[in-house]
């Protein structure tokens, strides 16, 4: 006799939440919302419940019938994979993005401005007409009713006039002439401004039991309106823009402020993006505790210098530049403002760098923070489970950190997830419902919603492609946009002048050779980026900042002491060239071609004859000639049948102690690619990635 087999059956959020309506005694109507892509696999199952019949069936073969205030309505963004047996059970309702505009999102917001906002504003202003040139003589008094319906309508269209002359044409500015690194939407970006303005703005009202500022400062409050309108549409709706992109914004908001004689006005160095705003003492401290005119004042004063010392991992030195200074003090004063940030830009840009030297060095003690990585395989279960772990049970239903802590979630490789067969990202979706719930559902206690309170998102990922997958914009309005452009070539020059000049002031006989080996290698790297461009049949050729990294990181590895003579110089800087962008290339002509502007750059930077320099035998460096001693030194290796002998030695000693011996014959070939892998691999978190065809065994 076969034994019983039982099975098990749980209900899923639906069912759970079903049979409570059912069961209730109340007649309410109730509406069950399925907020989130449509997929066919389950959307099909629900088409016994969108018909008159409106049963739900489960797989158990129980049915249950729902009543006739039970309604089910879809939220979803596209119906690209709904089938037409759904889509016809179902009323239809569109909402076209162009139709609401940006004017609720204004309206709403001057409407839900801090009382005190317009009372400060009376007093800075409406005082000094009727008489009173002191800010405080209503300070602890009434404020008389006869001129406060006309104040909050003339503070209101001065914001109002200040988004006409910005707000709207910087807008058509965006979408007819800026190429964004990723797709923005008009709506969000609005409310990305406000919340900037909100930040400002809040402190009046005795944000975080603090009091409001002193008296005297309140007098800034009209000057300060249109620097805190220009600067919020700078890291808003000029922020999602290339680097190209950011010059023709910053010449156009230079002119309009000229135009409409806006004080005060940007320096004339550099871009708008290079300054911050200083207050005047109204949030900002000044020197001396009086109030001064608003400034503005560029992101790379009083930030100090480097100090790169010999024990120092190449992996750890950070030069500040003006794009990580900018961007970590704009995390930073996002997050200050409960908001959540969104890092977009190309690989090597530095987004994963600036924000963890932000989160685990430069917050305020009361933010907790943790580090996330998506990577194909993540699941939205995974993803739930590891950020309930780190919250604490506030009470019944509510979760968060600590009690007067904040939690900061850092994830990386945001849009890695892999799209299911109908295109959805559960971890995705997964972010997206706690955005727009405040929380998600308890995957023990079953149809238990759990609210997560006192928890922002930071996020960084690369633009769509190679690997990468587009991020549904339903999520995206959550987050404040943070570019990371290219750096250009004055930062270049900052970050790898300062790494080299650090290497070459051990020993004084490099000096004169700082600048051509510079800016050869960066010329170098401009040029690669440039022309050695992805194909179908070359689709690894991507070069970025951390290729150009490479080059320095292995001339790095040489004791500069050794280095007697230009030419010694020349092999070292050829080497670390070729084995960074020559290594990758497929063929002979690429790699004659990439040889031939080595060579170049030799004859007009070193002004040294490429044939002399480099001399007609291969050039390797190794650390492993000399097997007896236990400090290695990356040298120039001269001796090729020495070479040939030391590896045939560990070749031996290898066979000798292991139960599966290799049989390799190590020719020039093998011999030299042992170097290149060596090379890698003795680099801190150096990765070799070995691409040829199958069967040619050289390892």
Request: charged residues 25%; aromatic residues 10%.
């Amino acid at each position: 006799m076969l034994p019983l087999l039982i099975v098990s059956r749980t209900d899923g959020i639906l069912p759970s939440l079903v049979r409570i309506g059912v069961s209730a005694p109340e007649t309410d109507k109730r509406w069950y919302i399925f907020d989130g892509p449509v997929d066919a696999v389950w959307i099909e199952n629900m088409n016994t419940v969108l018909d008159d019949n409106k049963k739900l069936c489960l797989s158990s073969g129980e049915i249950i019938k729902l009543r006739d205030t039970m309604t089910m309505m879809f939220e979803v963004a596209d119906l690209a994979v709904a089938s037409p047996a759904t889509v016809s059970r179902c009323g239809m309702v569109y909402l076209e993005p162009g139709v609401l505009g940006l004017e609720p999102y204004i309206n709403c917001w001057i409407k839900r401005l801090p009382p005190g906002v317009i009372n400060i504003y009376y007093q800075s202003n409406i005082l000094k007409i009727i008489g009173y040139n002191n800010i405080g003589f209503f300070q602890g008094r009434p404020i008389p009713t006869y001129g406060h319906d006309h104040l909050a309508v003339e503070y209101a269209e001065k914001f109002r006039s200040l988004f006409e002359i910005y707000l709207y044409p910087s807008m058509e500015l965006l979408r007819n002439h800026l190429k964004e690194i990723l797709t923005s939407v008009d709506s969000a970006l609005v409310q990305c401004l406000l919340r900037l303005l909100d930040f400002r703005l809040i402190p009046l009202s005795g944000k975080d039991n603090k009091p409001p500022p002193a008296p005297q400062y309140l007098k800034l409050i009209p000057n300060l309106l249109i620097s805190w309108v220009v600067f919020s549409l700078t890291w808003t709706i000029g922020c999602t823009c290339d680097h190209d992109g950011r010059e023709i914004f910053s010449n156009w908001l230079r002119q309009t402020m000229l135009d409409n004689c806006h004080e005060p006005q940007f320096p004339e160095l550099g871009l708008v993006y290079d300054y911050r705003l200083h207050d005047g003492g109204f949030t900002d401290p000044t020197e001396d505790g009086e109030p001064k005119a608003p400034n503005w004042h560029n992101w790379m004063e009083r930030v100090e210098e480097t100090k790169i010392t010999v024990d120092m991992r190449y992996s750890d030195i950070e030069v500040p530049t003006i794009h990580n200074v900018r961007n970590a003090e704009l995390i930073g004063t996002l997050l200050m403002n409960e908001d959540n940030v969104l890092c977009v830009g190309p690989t090597g840009t530095g987004k994963t760098l600036t924000v963890i030297g932000k989160l685990a060095k430069n917050m305020h003690k009361k933010f907790i923070c943790d580090f996330i990585t998506f990577s194909a395989r993540t699941s939205a279960n995974q993803t739930q489970d590891l950020i309930d772990s780190k919250l604490d049970r506030r009470r019944r239903g509510v979760f968060g950190p600590p009690v007067l802590k904040r939690q900061i979630f850092f994830i990386d490789d945001f849009n890695m997830p892999a799209l299911e067969v109908y295109g959805a990202q559960p971890p995705i979706e997964l972010i997206r419902q706690w955005m727009d719930f405040s929380g998600w559902y308890d995957r023990k206690n079953i149809g238990e919603f759990r609210t997560i309170i006192d928890v922002n998102f930071v996020a960084a990922m690369g633009p769509p492609g190679g690997g990468r997958n587009p991020v549904t914009a339903r999520l995206l309005r959550h987050f404040h946009y943070l570019a990371f452009t290219e750096l250009d070539e004055s930062s270049k020059q900052t970050i790898f002048g300062t790494i080299l000049k650090f290497w070459m002031d051990r020993t004084q006989n490099l000096e004169e050779f700082f600048e051509p080996l510079l800016l050869a290698t960066l010329e170098v790297y401009v040029t690669i980026v440039r022309e050695l461009l992805p194909t179908p049949a070359k689709t690894h050729y991507t070069f970025n900042l951390r290729d150009l990294s490479k080059v320095f990181q292995g001339m790095l590895m040489v004791d500069p002491e050794t280095l007697s003579d230009v030419d010694e110089i020349i092999r070292l800087w050829y080497h670390e060239c070729c084995r960074v962008y020559q290594d990758r290339l497929i063929n002979d002509a690429d790699r004659h071609w990439f040889d031939e502007i080595l060579k170049t750059k030799i004859n007009v930077e070193f002004k040294r004859d490429p044939q002399l320099a480099l001399g007609e035998q291969v050039i390797l460096f190794g650390d492993f000639l000399d097997p007896t001693t236990d400090i290695r030194h990356y040298v120039h290796i001269t001796d090729m049948n020495k070479l040939s002998q030391v590896l045939d030695h560990y070749l031996s000693d290898y066979n000798t102690q292991s139960t599966r011996p290799m049989k390799l014959v190590l020719f020039l070939d093998a011999i030299a690619h042992v170097c290149r892998i060596s090379r890698i691999i003795r680099q801190p978190m150096g990765n070799a990635l070995l691409l040829g065809m199958g069967g040619w065994y050289y390892f």
